[in-house]
């Protein structure tokens, strides 16, 4: 049913006009998230993710959201023009089309892992560009999932599955348990060897063969600023770093990361 929009504070709407979207995991039984844009909703639908409703420009009922509208059938859809969009969610909508969503029960750490070779670890990283960041490299270079620990951001936040282009949806994740160095004790449990990538003089460049040759392999990588916590550090089997020119020590973790999965996947 496509719904023109005539009050914008109606709370079937709440989804799109609440900025705080620790609110929106919260909603529910499940909680809910936002994905933005129609390549995106397309991979979160073919993930299996059930839509809640749609909100779309009035033009993309009939151009590039009508698939979509096909795929949600019985689902709300709410539409306007793009000026009542924007005053309704407080942003300009990327290509149009905005679909709520509802959360599916996280797959346990232990689980993943069992099923892995290539895991990346964020330990507390907040920034939500930089986690969709790292799993759209992830997934493209062959990594088989991704961890975080419980300080890190929701990888469900609309702008992490936007940078993300939608991997979030095709990339196994969870979160661990535990903080460090509980958790390395895990992923040793687990038969991973784990290599942190910090500035420290007691490092192995990142293509060295004992990296490459390891049967299952975890690449920890920190917060921004401050990086790895030095007991995560201590508690590794190595700590890897990326040769550097110019006088230049580091990368931000987004880039560290594709440097690092293109260097320790599958086909590299």
């Given at each position: 049913?496509?719904?023109?929009?005539?009050?914008?504070?109606?709370?079937?709407?709440?989804?799109?006009?609440?900025?705080a979207e620790k609110r929106?995991?919260?909603?529910?039984?499940?909680?809910?998230?936002?994905?933005?844009?129609?390549?995106?909703?397309?991979?979160?639908?073919?993930?299996?993710?059930?839509?809640?409703?749609?909100?779309?420009?009035?033009?993309?009922?009939?151009?590039?959201?009508?698939?979509?509208?096909?795929?949600?059938?019985?689902?709300?859809?709410?539409?306007?023009?793009?000026?009542?969009?924007?005053?309704?969610?407080?942003?300009?909508?990327?290509?149009?089309?905005?679909?709520?969503?509802?959360?599916?029960?996280?797959?346990?750490?232990?689980?993943?892992?069992?099923?892995?070779?290539?895991?990346?670890?964020?330990?507390?990283?907040?920034?939500?560009?930089?986690?969709?960041?790292?799993?759209?490299?992830?997934?493209?270079?062959?990594?088989?999932?991704?961890?975080?620990?419980?300080?890190?951001?929701?990888?469900?936040?609309?702008?992490?599955?936007?940078?993300?282009?939608?991997?979030?949806?095709?990339?196994?994740?969870?979160?661990?348990?535990?903080?460090?160095?509980?958790?390395?004790?895990?992923?040793?449990s687990s038969g991973y060897?784990?290599?942190?990538?910090?500035?420290?003089?007691?490092?192995?460049?990142?293509?060295?063969?004992?990296?490459?040759?390891?049967?299952?392999l975890a690449v920890l990588?920190?917060?921004?600023?401050?990086?790895?916590?030095?007991?995560?550090?201590?508690?590794?089997?190595?700590?890897?770093?990326?040769?550097?020119?110019?006088?230049?020590?580091?990368?931000?973790?987004?880039?560290?990361?594709?440097?690092?999965?293109?260097?320790?996947?599958?086909?590299?």
């Amino acid at each position: 049913m496509i719904t023109e929009i005539a009050d914008l504070s109606a709370p079937e709407l709440y989804p799109y006009t609440d900025t705080a979207e620790k609110r929106l995991r919260d909603t529910g039984e499940q909680g809910i998230f936002v994905a933005e844009s129609p390549k995106v909703i397309r991979t979160a639908l073919d993930a299996g993710y059930e839509p809640v409703s749609l909100l779309t420009e009035r033009k993309y009922i009939t151009g590039q959201a009508a698939d979509i509208i096909d795929r949600c059938s019985g689902v709300p859809v709410y539409t306007a023009d793009t000026e009542v969009l924007e005053q309704l969610t407080g942003f300009r909508l990327t290509q149009g089309v905005l679909c709520a969503m509802k959360r599916r029960e996280l797959r346990s750490a232990g689980e993943i892992l069992a099923g892995a070779r290539r895991i990346a670890v964020l330990e507390d990283v907040m920034n939500q560009t930089n986690i969709g960041a790292v799993f759209r490299s992830a997934a493209a270079l062959g990594f088989d999932g991704v961890l975080l620990t419980p300080g890190s951001s929701d990888p469900l936040y609309r702008r992490t599955i936007r940078v993300s282009m939608g991997t979030v949806f095709q990339l196994p994740w969870s979160y661990l348990a535990s903080g460090s160095p509980d958790y390395i004790a895990e992923l040793k449990s687990s038969g991973y060897v784990t290599a942190a990538m910090a500035l420290r003089s007691d490092t192995v460049r990142i293509d060295d063969p004992r990296l490459k040759g390891a049967d299952r392999l975890a690449v920890l990588l920190g917060t921004e600023g401050t990086g790895l916590k030095e007991k995560t550090i201590a508690a590794c089997d190595y700590t890897i770093k990326i040769p550097m020119s110019h006088g230049v020590d580091s990368l931000n973790v987004a880039a560290a990361s594709a440097v690092a999965f293109w260097a320790l996947g599958p086909n590299s």
